[in-house]
Structures are given as structure tokens and as C-alpha cells.
């Protein structure tokens, strides 16, 4: 079992930046693959972005790229999304996913996640 718990949501302004944190906590040993979802009010839960555990695989939704951008410290178990150029409609509750990474589903895959966190709101006003 692994627990994930997100931070960093907020209120910005269109055009500004925000930078989510994921904390990841399992089993000494396991290495974990991580992915960042977004869903807004009444919508599905699509996916923003992936990373791999070594950090040298990413991949990004096109709505995205280019404005957001994934990282990771595995020194501190830790998974980043820094977010630029923040639009209104980026606005949503934020998920980090976790999983085992010798599963090799495509990122986008919301089943092939094993842990999830709780979600953090990040709202963007015009």
C-alpha cells in the first residue's frame, strides 16, 4: 500500500503560476510512476500529466504542454507540477496518481493508477 497527498492549490489570476506538490509514502523498494489528473465541475477527470521514476519520460496533455511542466525528487518521494501561464479554464480540483512502475498502460489510463490522492483545488479568476 502507498498513501499520496497533494499541496500547493490555490487562487491565482489568469497568467500566473502555481506549483502543486505529491508526496508519496509506500513500501520501502517500490518505485512509482506518477501522473497528474484535473477535473472540473460536472466533467470527467482528464489527464494533465505523467512521469516516470526516473524522470527522463514525461508526458503531457496538449491543452498543456508547454505551460506546464512535471518534475520529481526521489530523494524526497516527492512529484511536482509547476503551472504557467495559468488560464480560467485550468481551473479544477487537481489529483496526483501513483503507480508501480513496472506497469506499462498508457499515462492517460485512470485505471492503471494504483493510489491516489485527495485532490487540491486550483482556481484561476479572468
Known amino acids: 500500500q502507498a498513501q499520496v497527498a497533494e499541496s500547493g492549490g490555490g487562487s491565482v489570476q489568469a497568467g500566473g503560476s502555481l506549483r502543486l506538490s505529491c508526496v508519496v509514502s509506500?513500501?520501502?523498494?517500490?518505485?512509482?510512476?506518477m501522473g497528474w489528473f484535473r477535473q472540473a465541475t460536472e466533467n470527467e477527470r482528464d489527464f494533465v500529466a505523467f512521469i516516470n521514476w526516473s524522470g527522463d519520460t514525461t508526458y503531457y496533455a496538449d491543452s498543456v504542454r508547454g505551460r506546464f511542466t512535471i518534475s520529481r525528487d526521489n530523494a524526497k518521494n516527492t512529484a511536482y507540477l509547476q503551472m504557467n501561464s495559468l488560464k480560467p479554464e485550468d481551473t479544477a480540483v487537481y489529483y496526483c496518481a501513483a503507480r508501480r512502475s513496472y506497469i506499462s498502460a498508457l499515462p492517460i489510463l485512470e485505471a492503471s493508477y494504483d493510489y491516489w490522492g485527495q485532490g487540491t483545488q486550483v482556481t484561476v479568476s479572468s
Open positions: 509506500g513500501r520501502a523498494g517500490t518505485t512509482y510512476a
